[in-house]
């Protein structure tokens, strides 16, 4: 079974510029979460997806959006992009009724410069 | 009273030897403990869970115990090997939300 795969995995972009990065969830996993890693702040919650809904969402500003299609697959967008936002984001899908299992991909790693 | 506490931040232990990784937190509404592992350039990956009406689990090397009255919980890895070489993370959630509240981490290293 495929795990989550992520796309771009690595990419560069200079302040306010806009970004998507997109995310597979494994087959079957209907939920799609999004988390920022950083060293300072560690990993934060950005959003959770089910059914094309989003159903939780992080402290995060409104620059950052995410959306889920129908083939439960996931894209973040990050616009207006600041230097701060130089982070790895993971995306995580899991079944409905596991909590907290979540099966992460290896990341989008975005520089802002 | 979203934050989950964890030291230390670093730990180095001898080959053989047991780790052990401790996290704390306020929330009472949490009640699901999962612990994940990670390594260099990879993502997170669950290493073992614990739900509070249980206080303690164990599987293989790898022990989770869970006090409920003092809001700790930690990770023990027995026999600690080289292989086991990773940043560890403890975690929280509130049943029923895929939301997880992450500690800041421990980077384990054996030594050989």
């Known amino acids: 079974k495929a795990g989550v795969t992520q796309t771009p995995r690595y990419l560069i972009k200079t302040r306010g510029q806009q970004v998507t990065l997109s995310c597979s969830p494994i087959?079957?996993?209907?939920?799609v979460s999004w988390y920022q890693q950083t060293p300072g702040q560690g990993l934060q919650f950005l959003f959770e997806?089910?059914?094309?809904?989003?159903?939780n969402k992080g402290n995060f500003p409104g620059r950052f959006s995410g959306r889920q299609f129908s083939n439960s697959r996931s894209e973040m967008n990050v616009s207006t992009l600041e230097l701060g936002d130089s982070a790895l984001y993971l995306c995580?899908?899991?079944?409905?009724?596991?909590?907290?299992?979540?099966?992460f991909g290896e990341g989008s790693r975005l520089t802002v410069l | 009273q979203q934050q989950v506490k964890q030291s230390p931040q670093s730990l180095i232990v001898q080959k053989g030897g047991i780790s052990i990784i401790n996290c704390a937190y306020e929330?009472?509404?949490?009640?699901?403990f999962p612990w994940y592992q990670q390594f260099p350039g990879k993502g997170p990956a669950l290493l073992i869970a614990?739900?509070?009406?249980?206080s303690e689990k164990k599987e293989g090397r790898f022990t989770i115990s869970f006090n409920k009255s003092a809001k700790q919980f930690s990770l023990h890895i027995m026999d600690s090997q080289p292989g086991d070489s990773a940043t560890y993370f403890c975690?929280?959630?509130?049943?029923?939300?895929?939301?997880?509240?992450f500690g800041q981490g421990t980077r384990l290293t054996i030594n050989p």
């Open positions: 997806y089910f059914s094309e809904t989003q159903r």
């Open positions: 975690a929280a959630s509130v049943q029923g939300a895929q939301k997880l509240v």
């Open positions: 995580a899908s899991s079944l409905v009724a596991s909590w907290g299992e979540l099966f």
């Open positions: 929330n009472t509404a949490f009640d699901y």
């Open positions: 614990i739900r509070p009406d249980v």
């Open positions: 087959s079957g996993h209907r939920s």
